[in-house]
């Protein structure tokens, strides 16, 4: 987890605000989408996914949402807590068992 | 977590030795992947396996090789390491069926001086 880096994309939130991660894709034959939380030292852990005949899905305090359109992804997350503090990933599938996965943004909580 | 480990968790080893990681699941999942993550690149899919000894390449397979001799174990073995494959290295499962989430392991951190 902490190999992602330094030099990403940064998002500060007050804690109990709610917090939106975007994420643009490239391939327009995607048809899965899946968001990941990585914590410092340790695996991506599943969030939540969506297909591309879906525009929105909703979990536990987070939603996912797909605009098909123009190519985009975001991850919504209310009332952020500090265990949300994490880089969070997108990723997506075009066709096969194989995932292409973005960069990141780091979520940061500020008490 | 689809009841995924890796070992070891941490190996530091000099250019030109050979290292094996080890990814071992317990959920009889299908497909196992295993990726590296690095700064400014995030996870790039180094070589997959969808099923006991059928495995294929991913986009960043030079230098890699991997086994899969049972479903639950998936092998990624370094010939000749390098300072370049200095890295964490992440292994994944799919089942294949149900769902098409990948479940991830903790990972390795691997350092070669």
């Known amino acids: 987890g902490e190999s992602v880096g330094l030099h990403l994309p940064t998002l500060s939130v007050q804690e109990g605000d709610n917090s939106i991660i975007n994420c643009a894709y490239s391939n327009s034959a995607s048809d899965y989408f899946i968001w990941y939380k990585q914590e410092s030292g340790k695996g991506p852990q599943f969030i939540i996914d969506i297909r591309s005949n879906m525009d929105k899905r909703q979990g536990q305090r987070v939603t996912v949402l797909l605009n098909k359109t123009v190519k985009h992804l975001s991850l919504q997350i209310a009332a952020t807590q500090p265990g949300d503090s994490a880089v969070y990933f997108c990723?997506?599938?075009?066709?096969?068992?194989?995932?292409?996965f973005g960069t990141g943004t780091r979520l940061t909580i500020i008490p | 977590d689809a009841g995924i480990t890796q070992s070891p968790r941490h190996k530091v080893t000099e250019t030109g030795t050979p290292v094996t990681l080890r990814c071992h699941q317990t959920?009889?999942?299908?497909?196992m992947y295993w990726y590296r993550q690095d700064p400014g690149h995030g996870l790039r899919l180094i070589h997959y396996?969808?099923?006991?000894?059928?495995?294929d390449k991913g986009e960043v397979s030079d230098g890699y090789s991997v086994s899969r001799s049972k479903t639950e174990d998936f092998l990624l073995t370094l010939e000749s390491a390098t300072s370049s494959q200095t890295s964490v290295y992440f292994c994944?499962?799919?089942?294949?069926?149900?769902?098409?989430?990948?479940?991830f392991g903790p990972g390795t951190r691997l350092t070669v001086l």
């Open positions: 990723a997506e599938r075009a066709g096969g068992e194989k995932l292409t």
């Open positions: 396996s969808y099923g006991v000894k059928d495995t």
């Open positions: 994944a499962a799919h089942p294949g069926t149900a769902t098409d989430t990948q479940y």
């Open positions: 959920e009889n999942h299908r497909y």
